[in-house]
């Protein structure tokens, strides 16, 4: 039992890694996923308008483009109750409606003229005070500035005039916000750019228009995702940890007619120094796939595994928990070296039971969670196994296995004991006078002597000696 204890241990301390790297590279996949479906909207409108004029088009998709840009950016922070979407029935200040729709959502009228001066103006219709105004991004100072003089001027004589200007002086745009979400800012210029080159023959790249992964997670997001890939991975690791202590706590209870302090005592120690690791173990993974993946580590790690990511991460505290204890003495450097070997063995079978359990059980991280936990166990026990096998032959042929086994030739003070030796532990010697007296010669009672032969085994972890 405690050889399954052990392994199950290492299997937990690689899912947490591994729960980390699979609900992130789901978070990268669903902003990944988000972008394309963009596209495509954005695509749609423009096949939509294909014999309209690019001047006129370009107003169109730019409807698209804050409609779909804004849902990525809810995937991106998290708000999945909240969307854009573009409203086709011609009403006034109605291009799009977004937030949270049915609940607590907005409306907003978008305007693409060639100047800034001609789309404050096209903004100056009292039907669109009733909802927020979008602009280019590179006219938006132009508007505000317009907006501002043009009702100063109209205060006195028409007041109705200068009361429309001043909303757009107040409320004009360069993007759709709500709370933390918010559309991606595109500049007259963009939109013409992005016109053309979908009405063109030629294939459109969306990263050339701002449609990539990067411009919409950033740092902050990637620290919540680890957050709560760390806070889920805890959550679990404590449920797992504690499940065994409860349930001898219970069984005892029945049988004593009493609750087991002692045993849930236990468990919920257990669960106070295995849940601060697993934690650390999950934010870290989480955080190094979702940078990856969002391009912050060079395009070349855009490709890297989230299950690679999570063994490495794994051996890295693991090595750094056995390097701390070897500094302190408290482990042995062959022991220190057959954990690793330990950990790489588990970490790999986990790695592979993951594959495995997204094949037969299709739930999105349940099944490379259990996969894992279940490859992990079965690599651990393994190693165990021949590790076993592997000391027999080193206690018979006197092999070290290349250093990492102990070969030692010492007799232990229990087989000593055993052997009927009288162990002194000598503290001080206090050395006194002698002064012989008569001496006097006592007969010698000579008893059988009795004989022990000692055996070579393991004496230690990975250590051969006599017992």
Wanted: proline fraction near 3%.
């Amino acid at each position: 039992m405690s050889v399954f204890n052990d392994t199950f241990r290492t299997a937990m301390g690689a899912a947490a890694s591994a729960h980390g790297t699979h609900v992130s590279a789901v978070y990268t996949q669903d902003v990944n996923s988000a972008i394309d479906a963009a596209f495509e909207a954005i695509r749609a409108e423009a096949h939509r308008v294909q014999n309209v004029d690019i001047k006129f088009a370009k107003g169109n998709i730019a409807e698209a483009y804050h409609a779909g840009t804004f849902n990525v950016s809810a995937v991106a922070k998290g708000q999945t109750g909240v969307s854009a979407e573009m409203m086709i029935n011609n009403k006034t200040g109605q291009d799009i409606r977004y937030g949270q729709l049915g609940v607590d959502e907005r409306v907003a009228e978008l305007k693409y003229y060639i100047t800034g001066e001609k789309t404050a103006k096209a903004l100056n219709n009292p039907g669109y005070s009733s909802g927020d105004k979008v602009v280019p991004a590179d006219q938006l100072d132009e508007v505000h500035q317009v907006a501002s003089r043009e009702s100063l001027r109209n205060m006195e004589t028409r007041p109705e005039v200068a009361e429309t200007y001043a909303h757009t002086a107040e409320n004009a745009s360069d993007r759709l916000e709500y709370g933390d979400v918010s559309s991606k800012p595109l500049s007259n210029q963009e939109a013409i750019d992005l016109t053309k080159d979908l009405k063109s023959e030629d294939a459109v790249n969306p990263e050339d228009h701002g449609l990539i992964i990067n411009e919409f997670v950033e740092w902050s997001d990637i620290a919540r995702e680890a957050g709560q890939a760390a806070l889920h991975a805890a959550a679990f690791s404590a449920a797992l940890t504690a499940a065994p202590y409860l349930a001898k706590a219970i069984v005892n209870g029945i049988k004593k007619g009493e609750i087991d302090l002692v045993t849930l005592s236990e468990g919920a120690a257990a669960v106070a120094t295995s849940t601060p690791q697993v934690a650390l173990r999950a934010s870290i993974a989480a955080a190094i796939v979702s940078a990856s993946k969002a391009g912050y580590c060079g395009e070349a790690m855009k490709g890297m595994s989230p299950h690679a990511v999570g063994m490495a991460t794994a051996m890295v505290i693991n090595s750094i928990g056995y390097s701390m204890k070897y500094a302190k003495g408290e482990m042995p450097g062959n022991e220190v070296a057959l954990n690793c070997i330990k950990d790489s063995i588990a970490l790999a079978s986990g790695l592979l039971g993951a594959s495995l359990g997204n094949s037969i059980i299709p739930i999105p991280v349940m099944g490379a969670l259990i996969g894992n936990m279940i490859g992990s166990t079965i690599g651990a026990m393994a190693f165990q196994g021949v590790h076993s096998v592997t000391l027999g032959i080193c206690v018979e042929s006197g092999w070290t296995m290349f250093g990492l086994v102990d070969q030692d030739y010492q007799v232990p003070e229990d087989v000593l004991q055993q052997c009927g030796f009288d162990l002194i532990k000598v503290d001080r010697i206090n050395v006194q006078r002698f002064e012989p007296g008569r001496l006097q010669v006592q007969h010698i009672d000579v008893q059988t002597t009795g004989m022990v032969f000692l055996r070579r085994g393991v004496v230690g972890m990975s250590a051969v000696g006599y017992v």
